[in-house]
């Protein structure tokens, strides 16, 4: 799409460019599309003087100072809807996973050590009518709290902003305050943006506020979750168990969370899905077209751009 338009040029290698090889491959760029793992701050900006639109290939653009792009007169674009529902499954993947054991179950069969039915053997926990806290209802809260109507469970909420009563009875979800959620939940799933208020929202004196035998799930952003006092909570066996598909300094993990057998992990693949995948780089291609043409941009974040190209 994008080469029948303009001229193109693409990253050659299977790997993020370092921010010094990225200001280079794009200083002339007038449109730049981007993964999560690309940071595009101030610095790497003012060596792109030529760009209108910055085009994430994600729905969360923390990887992106707005405020700086919104300053130098560039839209930002992101790709929401389209991978709400595929990460809300994963959600519930990992959920499952980690209550029933599945990654430790599959290992003991692959390693042979499955040789007798016992009543004993790999005894997880229920999900059905245990209590789901969800934290953050945007999109993809909102559609990991319409999957727990399947597996018959109350749902409660904790978010920035209470939602009205009709959204509430429409979701059968029930609004806590955050310390309440916290202790009330047997399951625990994170679904709001990272900034500087999200950051660490779940630390060492809340997980400390959790119940013993709860689980936390993680598929929103890494940093969201204090990981040393996650890896501690995990080893003292203060909570049953976490899954997590983010990480606080991606791609590493912290020390000590691979030894834990109480820790479901996979690699950020939330979105990743032949379908979703395709879609959310149609999207993308149409927001950073869009932008060079100077049309409406269709999912453009910092509105203050919106008549601006
Ligand atoms: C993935 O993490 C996304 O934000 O799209």
């Known amino acids: 799409m994008i080469a029948s338009e303009c001229q193109l040029t693409v990253n050659p290698h299977d790997r993020v460019l370092s921010k010094s090889e990225l200001a280079e491959a794009a200083s002339d760029v007038d449109g730049l599309l981007c993964q ?3 940071i595009i701050d101030a610095e790497l900006l003012d060596k792109m003087p030529r ?27 992101n790709t929401p809807d389209v991978l709400t529902d595929t990460t809300a499954d ?4 990992l959920l499952l996973a980690a209550a029933r ?3 430790e179950a599959d290992r003991y069969v692959r390693e042979g050590k499955f040789k ?19 934290i953050g209802l945007g ?38 305050p955050f310390d309440c959620l916290l202790k009330e939940a047997d399951f625990i799933s994170l679904h709001v943006p990272l900034n500087e208020h999200t950051r660490h929202l779940i630390s060492k004196k809340e997980l400390e506020l959790m119940k013993p035998g709860a689980y936390l799930i993680n598929t929103s952003r890494g940093p969201v979750v204090d990981e040393k006092a996650l890896v501690r909570a995990l080893r003292n066996n ?34 990743a899905t032949v379908e979703t995948r395709t879609r959310m780089a149609v999207m993308a291609a149409k927001n950073i077209l869009a932008g060079l043409k100077g049309e409406k941009v269709p999912n453009l974040v910092n509105w203050e751009m919106e008549n601006k190209l």
């Open 238 to 271: 203060d909570l049953a168990g976490a899954a997590l598909d983010v990480y606080e300094y991606e791609p590493q993990i912290a020390p000590g969370l691979t030894d834990m057998v109480n820790a479901t992990l996979t690699p950020h693949i939330g979105s």
């Open 51 to 77: 760009l209108r639109i910055v085009a994430n290939c994600a729905v969360g653009y923390d990887n992106i100072d707005i405020a700086a792009c919104t300053k130098r007169n560039i839209a930002v674009s």
């Open 90 to 93: 994963l959600t519930w993947a």
């Open 116 to 134: 007798s039915w016992s009543p004993m053997l790999l005894l997880g926990h229920d999900i059905y009518q245990k209590v789901l806290g969800i």
């Open 101 to 103: 054991r599945l990654v």
């Open 139 to 176: 999109r993809i809260g909102s559609a990991v709290a319409r999957r727990a109507a399947a597996f018959n469970m109350p749902v409660i909420y904790y978010a920035k902003k209470r939602k009205s009563a009709e959204e509430e009875n429409r979701l059968n979800v029930e609004y806590r």
């Open 36 to 38: 999560l793992t690309d």
